[in-house]
């Protein structure tokens, strides 16, 4: 499992280190020397640079380079956050440390979240939840699990809410600070655009900043072949394009759903036929697990029940097939 913790400059914070659960290490130290940020990430995920007693860190799948991250440590403050789109490809968290206070936040999509807590008096940041409740030894918090049953993804403020009493999500699109006492606030670093600009250059701009980040996934495993799911939908569709295009050596999946209504295959044979170099994979029916099933197997720990639950064995059966022909690395349009 993945996972980082940010710790308050002071002695409170390693108070907090003494809890959590090995192994871990330290990621990052602030200027004063105790430890910053911790967890278990893979080797490459934690960058930092510094400049005098300001750090500035960005802990996930991306890869700045020293322009970028040059541009974050000269723009972004613990009390400014970057003007316009955060410049950094892919998708990751960033955060900055000066004397006395840091500053975290996690993607505008909320795929890459902040959560924040109260351990021994001061609050503590990570990017899951439950690593926070084994800290704090919280409770299930009942409210949450009312919600869940009236609304799949609640709406704001109830989005906040965490399966854990007294574990907060931080909204996306908000940065939380911690201060030498512990103390926190959240300030927003992330507000949609107006809605003025035309399709013809908001469409490139979008496919630009998609480009780039498939891109990324691309250079980062030069010598392997890239899966990537390909159901014919706008989402599975575009990134496999744009997998192309950056020159992977490409294997495309599709699912045949047992449902006459299903025309996936249809669109995803189009697809293909503009996709010459790719090597066309498929899941028949008979291979195709039901929704639902597994559910009693042991799987990997999650901060709250998912609803990709449903349909776990079919992700599971969908690896298989990449692993069968070396596959390390899938690309997945899901939720897009």
């Not at 871990?24 to 910053?36: C, E, I």
């Not at 960033?94 to 993607?107: D, I, K, M, N, Y």
């Not at 992330?190 to 691309?218: F, M, N, Q, Y």
């Not at 006459?260 to 010459?276: G, I």
Request: net charge neutral.
């Amino acid at each position: 499992m993945q996972w980082f913790v940010a710790v308050p400059d002071c002695p409170a914070g390693l108070r907090v280190l003494e809890d959590l659960r090995p192994p871990w290490s330290v990621l990052v130290r602030h200027a004063s020397g105790r430890p910053w940020l911790v967890g278990r990430v893979p080797t490459g995920h934690c960058q930092e640079l510094s400049t005098g007693d300001r750090r500035v860190a960005v802990i996930g799948r991306a890869r700045p380079d020293a322009a970028v991250l040059d541009r974050l440590l000269a723009s972004l403050s613990v009390d400014h956050g970057v003007p316009g789109p955060s410049p950094v490809a892919g998708s990751a968290h960033v955060a900055v440390s000066e004397p006395g206070r840091f500053r975290l936040h996690g993607t505008a999509s909320g795929l890459r979240r902040v959560y924040a807590a109260r351990v021994h008096g001061v609050t503590v940041a990570a990017d899951r939840a439950d690593v926070l409740a084994g800290l704090s030894a919280a409770g299930t918090d009942e409210r949450w699990l009312a919600v869940q049953l009236i609304a799949d993804g609640p709406p704001h403020p109830l989005d906040r809410l965490t399966p854990w009493t007294g574990v907060l999500a931080v909204p996306p699109g908000d940065a939380l600070t911690v201060d030498a006492e512990g103390g926190s606030a959240q300030a927003r670093w992330w507000s949609p655009p107006k809605p003025d600009r035309p399709l013809t250059t908001g469409a490139p701009a979008l496919r630009s900043a998609l480009a780039e980040a498939v891109a990324l996934r691309v250079a980062a495993t030069p010598a392997s072949t890239l899966g990537c799911d390909l159901s014919g939908g706008m989402d599975s569709t575009a990134l496999a394009f744009l997998a192309n295009d950056a020159g992977a050596p490409l294997h495309t999946l599709t699912l045949e759903f047992r449902d006459p209504a299903n025309d996936d295959t249809r669109w995803a044979d189009l697809a293909r036929s503009h996709l010459p170099d790719a090597v066309a994979l498929d899941l028949p029916q008979d291979r195709l697990p039901g929704q639902y099933a597994n559910l009693g197997r042991p799987r990997t720990p999650t901060d709250a029940p998912s609803g990709a639950l449903r349909g776990r064995a079919v992700l599971e059966a969908s690896s298989a097939r990449y692993r069968e022909h070396g596959i390390g690395l899938q690309l997945a349009g899901h939720g897009g």
